[in-house]
């Protein structure tokens, strides 16, 4: 149903413990050059652009040449958050060189580059120090080499502008390096180089040009849709009736041998079980490939989650629930909730759920593999986890990882989809199939939705206890989703203080900043979910769902105490003990959250008359980790047609604080595409399972927000020089709840589920 609004680690290992690889990285310098990079996005062949003569490389992380000019590797992937021009301007930044000088590389998958993963609003946040010391390093030995020639101390000597000058004298980089620089730097040498003030920062936090945005705006990005080498055939996927536990009984493909171009049908054969019961046509070309595939005939013995439904999984979930054995038990400090409640003068308790949500990025899934002739298996294909991918593509090959490559492409939308590389798998055993010939897969759009890493449904149970002053002693959260790590990297599951492990993608925000006395913070892994289909990340993972329910929960706390949300709220963000935050992201900790609290409020006039059937709403989340919080706080303004049950969202206001803002304009565009994000999810998007298989298979259905619903949008940075948090995803968080807090406020009604459909507006009215 098209649904148009009226309008237009151990305990406390967090999902940064994934970074921990990439950072050790980080000090590895004085890296001999070696393997070229697989594209450059700035290029429309995807080819690296030339070197200006001999190189040094002062760091794994890029080189200089004769010309002066810089080449930045980035292992992160291009998705549209310009991810290169933010990283290469850390390094320019401290190393002193002039933008214009300044290209960036997407590397291959090669182990020298570390853990690669895209994900989680990492990106600048981790590259921030890496960076930084790299860049150090590199204007460093160029000081030293100009000082030795002229025979000063390097101290006489300073960088600007890709120079060395010293008095009179001056020497460009490129001159230098033609010299044959070749300092290298140990660990402690590299700890100990001293990094620019923040204040003298001259790229950072300025407007510089995008360097993939020519290509970008002109049609001319090479995405992994675009990937071809010569001789390679395409593959028409075939899918099962069930992600698990499907089997091909029979296939005929005689009639599809009457279309020209047709080659063979392959029942794939995967030892890895990540593509069981999977069946890939063969042709000269894709539409071949295509019409071939609607001939061959297939019968599958479909697996266990035939005939589960989303409602299944909803059900199964609060059954879990209710054994308080079942789950992992976070550390919050004062776990022991069970006291408090039992003296409590007031208690109060709601459930919330989430619907099934797609990825449904725009590029559908594809891969090109083949074996090259070094014998090395290449994929071609955006890729968001290169290092989680590898192995899998290894395991089904039967190869070790050192004979697989991933080789980089824009994506063309990834949204934590694409950190899933199941869907290079069977292209990858269709090669091997052929004999390393390159086979190009690529799914359509239904194909694409029918197997898609969805954000799990989820139930999550709220209390609070209150005092006979209606003073907050103590909360409880128990949350149940089908777990992503679980199902695919269970070895990164952390363990609570009960000893039961926990994905920390599936609770992240539980554990928040409020001050609440007695906190439990109760996971568990819905086996339901896991077993019917499989469990992704998408766009903000768990504070997606757990914001959703932890600021709806504190809307309905504050008006069940009599208080103003906002002023409730500010009451509990009191910044005391662990709640006040330390490190070089989080220090400030609670007292930012309000800070940012307090500005959405004066952007919307927070407590201004709302004409009839209108309504404000207001909520804060921290986004990612809590040692990597960024500070969100959202403010709408809602109308909700009472016959119609459409709620038009008339603003949205956004207040962030993400410490310093390196991409100015990167930021707010991050911020943008993460509020409407979390609009879409809270009005418009979400499917649900239907005998073992998504209700929605294209956008005729699936209807994210249009262009036409778009509200008025203002984002606004609070300044601060703390470390760079991440932007990716924390706007999602707070936009739901809220608009379900704006709903009650105009027409006074409690929605406890999204998405929130104009059917459950209308039903509340009428309850």
Not at 170 to 199: C, H, W
Not at 246 to 265: C, I, L, R
Not at 626 to 644: F, G, L, N, S
Request: glycine share 10%; charged share 20%; hydrophobic share 40%.
């Amino acid at each position: 149903m098209i649904r148009l609004s009226n309008k237009r680690e151990a305990a406390g290992m967090t999902r940064r413990g994934f970074l921990v690889a990439m950072t050790a990285v980080g000090v590895s310098f004085g890296f001999p050059r070696s393997v070229l990079a697989a594209m450059d996005p700035a290029t429309t062949d995807g080819k690296v652009l030339p070197d200006a003569g001999s190189l040094y490389e002062p760091s794994l992380w890029y080189s200089i040449d004769q010309a002066g000019k810089v080449k930045v590797n980035i292992i992160r992937a291009e998705m549209g958050q310009h991810v290169g021009t933010s990283i290469a301007r850390i390094l320019a930044d401290e190393l002193e060189v002039p933008w214009s000088d300044v290209e960036i590389v997407h590397v291959d998958s090669a182990k020298k580059w570390g853990l690669m993963v895209t994900g989680g609003s990492w990106s600048v946040s981790q590259s921030w120090p890496v960076y930084r010391q790299a860049g150090a390093a590199g204007r460093t030995a160029l000081i030293e080499a100009a000082a030795k020639k002229w025979g000063v101390s390097p101290h006489a000597c300073e960088a600007h502008n890709g120079k060395v000058v010293s008095g009179n004298r001056e020497i460009s980089y490129g001159e230098l390096v033609a010299m044959g620089l070749t300092r290298q730097f140990t660990e402690e040498e590299l700890k100990a180089l001293p990094l620019k003030p923040n204040d003298d920062l001259k790229l950072v936090g300025k407007a510089v040009t995008s360097l993939d945005i020519a290509n970008k705006t002109t049609g001319k990005a090479v995405f992994g849709i675009d990937a071809k080498v010569d001789g390679m055939v395409y593959a028409a996927p075939l899918l099962p009736p069930t992600r698990y536990g499907s089997k091909v009984t029979q296939m005929d493909d005689s009639e599809a041998k009457t279309v020209k171009g047709y080659q063979q049908t392959l029942v794939l054969d995967d030892p890895s079980g990540t593509v069981p019961g999977w069946v890939l046509v063969i042709a000269d070309s894709f539409m071949a490939a295509q019409k071939a595939a609607a001939k061959v005939k297939v019968s599958w013995q479909a697996g266990a989650a035939a005939k589960v439904s989303e409602a299944d999984i909803i059900n199964h979930g609060r059954e879990l629930l209710k054994d308080s054995s079942k789950g992992s038990i976070l550390d919050t400090g004062d776990t022991n909730t069970e006291a408090v409640f039992a003296k409590a003068g007031d208690t109060i308790e709601h459930e919330y759920l989430t619907a099934t949500v797609l990825h449904a990025q725009m590029e559908p899934l594809n891969a090109l593999v083949f074996r090259n002739q070094d014998g090395l298996w290449e994929i071609h294909s955006g890729c968001q986890w290169q290092s989680l991918t590898t192995p899998v593509v290894a395991k089904a090959l039967g190869v070790t990882e050192d004979e697989v490559t991933i080789k980089a492409y824009l994506l063309g939308g990834g949204f934590g989809r694409r950190l899933n590389g199941d869907y290079t798998v069977p292209a990858a055993l269709a090669s091997k199939a052929l004999g390393g010939k390159p086979v190009k897969m690529l799914m359509m759009r239904p194909q694409d939705l029918a197997f898609d890493s969805p954000r799990s449904a989820s139930v999550q149970q709220l209390k609070m206890a209150f005092d006979e002053n209606k003073g907050v002693i103590a909360m409880e959260h128990h949350a149940t989703a089908g777990w992503p790590t679980e199902v695919m990297l269970p070895v990164f599951m952390p363990k609570g203080i009960n000893g039961q492990p926990f994905d920390p993608f599936s609770i992240a925000g539980a554990d928040h900043w409020y001050t609440v006395g007695a906190q439990k913070v109760r996971a568990v892994s819905n086996d339901l979910a896991n077993d019917s289909f499989r469990p992704g990340w998408l766009r903000s993972v768990s504070p997606g769902w757990v914001g959703w329910a932890v600021e709806s929960f504190m809307d309905e706390a504050a008006h069940h105490a009599g208080k103003d949300p906002l002023e409730f709220r500010l009451g509990l963000l009191t910044a005391e003990g662990r709640n006040a935050g330390s490190g070089p992201i989080a220090a400030g900790g609670a007292s930012r959250q309000a800070a940012v609290l307090r500005k959405a409020a004066a952007m919307i006039g927070w407590g201004s008359p709302q004409p009839e059937g209108t309504g404000l709403g207001i909520a804060s989340t921290f986004g990612q980790e809590r040692d990597m919080p960024t500070w969100v706080a959202v403010a709408v303004q809602v109308h909700v047609d009472k016959a119609t049950g459409l709620v038009d969202v008339q603003k949205l206001y956004v207040a962030v604080d993400a410490g310093i803002i390196v991409d100015p304009d990167g930021a707010e565009a991050q911020c943008q595409g993460a509020a409407l994000w979390g609009l879409s999810m809270a009005l418009y998007e979400g499917t649900e399972l239907v005998n073992g298989k998504f209700k929605d298979s294209n956008f005729d259905t699936y209807t994210p927000l249009r262009i036409g619903q778009t509200p008025e949008v203002k984002i606004e940075f609070m300044p601060s020089k703390m470390a760079p948090s991440g932007l990716g995803e924390p706007a999602v968080t707070p936009v739901a709840p809220a608009i379900a807090n704006a709903i009650y406020n105009a027409v006074g009604i409690r929605l406890r589920k999204i998405p929130m459909t104009p059917d459950d507006v209308k039903n509340a009215l009428k309850a």
